[in-house]
């Protein structure tokens, strides 16, 4: 199997569990990071207004533990970490974005625009891979293939 059937495995089976819980699938990620595989599941609640508690993250990695010593489809060892995606989460996905519309986000790009990879700004439109920023003085417009990362921007 590759990451992208592995991925798509969990997903169908932990979105239908997490939906019966009242919450949601944010990310998949399977990374090898030195010479461990991880796999990490974000999990989110519904509401904006409530958040991720440790027994969310707890049930969550027991019952995904259950359905993958059944299903085996990880063919090397791995750690599975469950966690909440956070305040800085990176948007990935269509919905995403659209969940984020009108809030400050900072962006990353792979190549520079106007000498720099950085952008912070208000998230105006999403459509058809296209986002849309406003920066203080400027608006742009990035494909998503151009974009690196993508995160909620975090002040305190």
Request: charged fraction near 30%.
């Amino acid at each position: 199997m590759t990451n992208k059937d592995i991925v798509e495995k969990i997903s169908s089976i932990l979105t239908p569990h997490l939906e019966t819980k009242g919450l949601r699938l944010w990310d998949i990620e399977l990374v090898k990071e030195g010479q461990n595989q991880i796999l990490r599941i974000y999990i989110d609640t519904k509401e904006k207004e409530t958040s991720i508690n440790v027994e969310h993250c707890e049930a969550t990695s027991r019952f995904l533990s259950q359905q993958l010593d059944t299903l085996d489809p990880i063919s090397t060892p791995y750690m599975l970490e469950v966690s909440s995606p956070g305040i800085n989460r990176t948007l990935k996905k269509e919905s995403d974005y659209l969940e984020y519309l009108e809030e400050i986000i900072d962006i990353k790009l792979f190549k520079p625009l106007n000498k720099t990879k950085e952008f912070q700004g208000i998230l105006k439109a999403y459509e058809n891979e296209l986002l849309t920023l406003e920066c203080e003085k400027e608006t742009f417009r990035f494909n998503i293939k151009e974009i690196a990362s993508c995160k909620v921007a975090v002040f305190f």
